[in-house]
């Protein structure tokens, strides 16, 4: 099958990892299940989107219009600089990007996203590698075969991006909870009660391995026969 049929027919198996907030170890659970399994040659990425006002090109304060420099991609060459995507590739993952939009830009990076994915069937000639994706706003224009949402109950940020796809988690991560009924922490008052009682969690906290209900449904995704088109 020649390149551009092949990279245009590719169906990727997809783990997206999502949080209500900045600081709760979102970047550390996709590093715990990729640690998890060293053998599945994952690629990692991480999408930020930047306020009004940022570049997408550098993440520094600008000047450019509206719809200049809205997104932009780079691959990762090294696992010893502590950036996210750095930390990836140092958990083991085979290759990582970093894919920045402006806020509200995210469909003009996806492009640019297909493509970098394309390139890697190309050089490398193989299946499609699992992805691995720190992002909640993805979910607006895929299904992954997986996502986990982080929650903390001691934050009380809520992101609206996570608000809205947070019932379509498969499982809820929890840090810092130690109350198995936490309605009077911050973050858990936001929080559909519903979803509490009908959505699989796990506690885990920073620094723990990936728990074992986490490393099953993995497994699962990893030997599923299903993906999706990017």
């Known amino acids: 099958m020649p390149p551009s049929e092949k990279t245009q027919s590719a169906h990727w198996r ?23 399994f060293p053998q599945a040659n994952w690629i990692a990425g991480k999408i930020t989107q930047y306020g009004h006002g940022v570049c997408a090109q550098n ?6 219009a509206p719809d200049e420099h ?10 010893d600089t502590g950036t996210d995507s750095s930390r990836f590739l140092a958990a083991g993952a ?11 830009f995210l469909a003009e990076g996806l492009p640019l996203l297909r493509a970098a994915l394309q390139d890697t069937l190309v050089a490398n000639g193989a299946a499609p590698a699992p992805l691995i994706l720190e992002s909640n706003s993805l979910l607006q224009f895929l299904k992954p075969n997986l996502y986990f949402a982080v929650v903390d109950p001691a934050k009380d940020d809520f992101k609206d991006s996570a608000r809205i796809v947070l019932d379509r988690a498969d499982a809820l991560i929890l840090r810092n909870a130690t ?31 990936l ?20």
């Open 211 to 230: 728990p074992a209900p986490l490393h099953v449904l993995v497994q699962r995704a990893l030997e599923s026969s299903s993906g999706i088109a990017i």
């Open 94 to 104: 085979h290759r990582s990007f970093w894919l920045r939009t402006k806020q509200g």
């Open 59 to 64: 993440g520094d304060n600008c000047d450019c």
């Open 14 to 36: 997809v783990i997206v990892v999502g949080g209500h907030t900045r600081g709760i170890g979102k970047t550390q659970l996709v590093c715990d299940v990729i640690a998890a």
């Open 70 to 79: 809205v997104c932009a991609i780079s691959w990762e060459t090294r696992a």
């Open 179 to 209: 109350d198995p009924h936490p309605s009077a922490s911050p973050a858990w008052t936001k929080l559909p009660s519903r979803l509490l009682r009908e959505k699989p969690s796990v506690t885990q906290r920073e620094g723990e391995p």
